[in-house]
C-alpha cells in the first residue's frame, strides 16, 4: 500500500523568503506525485505533477518539486514566497491503473503561514 | 472552460437521516472521484467511477455509496448518518484514470 508523510505539521516563513516543504512516499513501483494546496473553506488545487520524465518539474504560481527515487522524496519549492501562498499545502501519491486507478493517497498537509 | 462544481455547498442534517451529494465534472472529463476530509483522519479516498463504474473504493462502510451517469455526472449517498460522518467531501474529475484530477469546492456536510 503506497502512504505519503509529510513532517512539518506547521512551518513559518518571511515574505521573500525561500520556501522547501517536504514529502516522502512509500510506494513499490514508480509512482505519480501531485502537490496540491488549499486555501481555507475552498478545495484543492493542482499546483504540480510528476508522472515521469524530467525529475524536476514546474507548477503554476512559481513553484517547483524534485522527484528523488533515491530518498523517495517529492518536496515542493519556491525561491520566493508571497503573503497570498498562506494556505495549507498537500503531497499525494497515485499508483498508477494496476494499482488503483485514480485513487490518491494524501499526507496529512503542511500548513504555510507567511509572515510580513 | 468551468471547473468541477459541487452541490450542494453546505448541508446541515441529523442522525439516521441521509443524504445525497451532487458532482459535475470538467466537460469532457470521464473520471470522478469522491474524497472525505476531516480535521482527524485527513483526506481519504471514497471511491472512483469512470464510465458509468466503479472502479475503485476507499475502506469506508457500506453506508457510502456513489454512482455516475451517463454524462459523467456523479452522486455519492450517505445513508444512516452518524456525527462522525461531518466533513468535507471533494469531488475530483480527470479526463482519463491516472491522469491529473481537478477538485471541486466541496460539500461541507454537518451532522447533528
Known amino acids: 500500500a503506497q502512504s505519503v508523510t509529510q513532517p512539518d505539521i506547521h512551518i513559518t516563513v518571511s515574505e521573500g523568503a525561500s520556501l522547501e516543504l517536504r514529502c516522502n512516499y512509500s510506494?513499490?513501483?514508480?509512482?505519480?506525485l501531485f502537490w496540491y494546496v488549499q486555501s481555507p473553506g475552498q478545495g484543492l488545487q493542482l499546483l504540480l505533477k510528476?508522472?515521469?520524465?524530467?525529475?524536476l518539474v514546474q507548477g503554476i504560481k512559481g513553484f517547483e518539486a524534485e522527484f528523488k527515487r533515491s530518498q523517495s522524496s517529492f518536496n515542493l519549492r519556491k525561491p520566493s514566497v508571497h503573503w497570498s501562498d498562506a494556505a495549507e499545502y498537500f503531497c499525494?501519491?497515485?499508483?498508477?491503473?494496476?494499482?488503483?486507478?485514480?485513487?490518491?493517497?494524501f499526507g496529512t498537509g503542511t500548513q504555510l503561514k507567511v509572515e510580513l | 472552460k468551468a471547473g468541477v462544481t459541487q452541490t450542494p455547498r453546505y448541508l446541515i442534517k441529523t442522525r439516521g437521516q441521509q443524504v445525497t451529494l451532487s458532482c459535475s465534472p470538467i466537460?469532457?472529463?470521464?473520471?470522478v472521484s469522491w474524497y472525505q476530509q476531516t480535521p482527524g483522519q485527513g483526506l481519504q479516498f471514497l471511491f472512483e467511477?469512470?464510465?458509468?463504474?466503479?472502479?475503485n473504493k476507499g475502506n469506508f462502510p457500506g453506508r457510502f455509496s456513489g454512482r455516475q451517469f451517463s454524462n459523467s455526472r456523479s452522486e455519492m449517498n450517505v445513508s444512516t448518518l452518524e456525527l462522525g460522518d461531518s466533513a468535507l467531501y471533494l469531488c475530483?474529475?480527470?479526463?482519463?484514470?491516472?491522469?491529473?484530477?481537478?477538485f471541486g469546492p466541496g460539500t461541507r456536510l454537518t451532522v447533528l
Open positions: 475530483a474529475s480527470s479526463f482519463e484514470r491516472v491522469t491529473e484530477q481537478f
Open positions: 510506494y513499490g513501483a514508480t509512482p505519480y
Open positions: 510528476y508522472f515521469s520524465g524530467d525529475t
Open positions: 499525494a501519491v497515485g499508483a498508477g491503473v494496476t494499482g488503483g486507478g485514480n485513487k490518491l493517497t
Open positions: 466537460s469532457g472529463h470521464r473520471s
Open positions: 467511477y469512470f464510465s458509468e463504474t466503479q472502479r
